[in-house]
């Protein structure tokens, strides 16, 4: 049998903040502890980033949108952990939406819509990758290209173009906003000025590289942003996934309107 290495040890804090984590997210759901020997509800609260939100937040999930949807593996997940009376979901790729469609067909508390979300209504050129979840407006970066091994666009195709403001405009209260955009989330934010007017929570993912994606903002310029036009403020941000060579990549961020 192999000795632990030094990294073995090093990982335990790790590994008892998760424990812990999981645990408080248990708690404040009204569910016992021992949901964390659940494989499929511990993979929910890795997805939905759930230990990151404040507790007020985790308790009152009743409207949740998804932006940037793709399979619709978050907003299943934030299904599993609480019981929003309505979650919507934006996906603009056809082929990857009608996925999205088909997994909550008949989930009357699940609206997907087949749209990119930005700053105006219209149409929008998209760019296609291999692997959808990297497809963006924006064309991925070379330094983004690098980091993914994904040296070739798909295809760029037209898709529609929403606004938040007029999506959401019925809503009169948006408990949590979730952006995985690709370097988009500041168009998104000008075209949501009334709806994080009302809106609790917002999770988006955040760029450290600046040429990740053509014209993205970098974090520090879309949380300036953020809290410029809208009430909400910086609440946390996860531990970022690295480069190769070791440089923060990318993370989420999470701002909340405070009390």
């Avoid at 603009?92 to 008949?106: H, K, Q």
Wanted: with cysteine; aromatic share 6%.
């Amino acid at each position: 049998m192999m000795s632990p290495s030094l990294g073995d040890f090093r990982a335990i804090p790790h590994r008892v903040r998760r424990v812990a984590n999981l645990v408080d997210a248990a708690l404040w759901l009204g569910v016992s502890p021992t949901k964390v020997l659940d494989r499929e509800w511990r993979l929910a609260v890795d997805i939905t980033r759930f230990t990151l939100l404040p507790p007020h937040v985790r308790a009152n999930l009743r409207t949740v949108c998804d932006v940037g949807a793709n399979r619709g593996d978050w907003t299943a997940a934030i299904l599993k952990l609480a019981q929003p009376k309505l979650a919507v979901a934006f996906e603009p790729i056809p082929e990857v939406f009608s996925e999205l469609n088909a997994r909550f067909s008949g989930r009357a508390n699940v609206r997907c819509v087949r749209a990119a979300v930005g700053s105006s209504k219209t149409e929008v050129a998209f760019n296609v990758e291999n692997q959808s979840e990297l497809s963006s407006i924006r064309p991925l970066g070379d330094k983004g290209r690098k980091i993914h091994g994904a040296f070739v666009s798909r295809q760029k195709i037209s898709v529609p173009l929403v606004t938040l403001d007029d999506e959401l405009a019925s809503l009169d209260e948006v408990s949590l906003l979730k952006l995985d955009v690709q370097g988009y989330e500041n168009e998104v934010i000008r075209g949501a000025k009334e709806t994080l007017n009302k809106c609790q929570c917002l999770m988006t993912e955040v760029l450290y590289e600046r040429d990740y994606y053509a014209g993205a903002l970098p974090f520090l310029e879309l949380a300036r942003l953020i809290e410029d036009t809208s009430p909400l403020r910086l609440s946390c941000v996860s531990e970022p996934v690295l480069t190769p060579d070791g440089l923060a990549s990318w993370a989420d961020a999470v701002f909340v309107k405070p009390s």
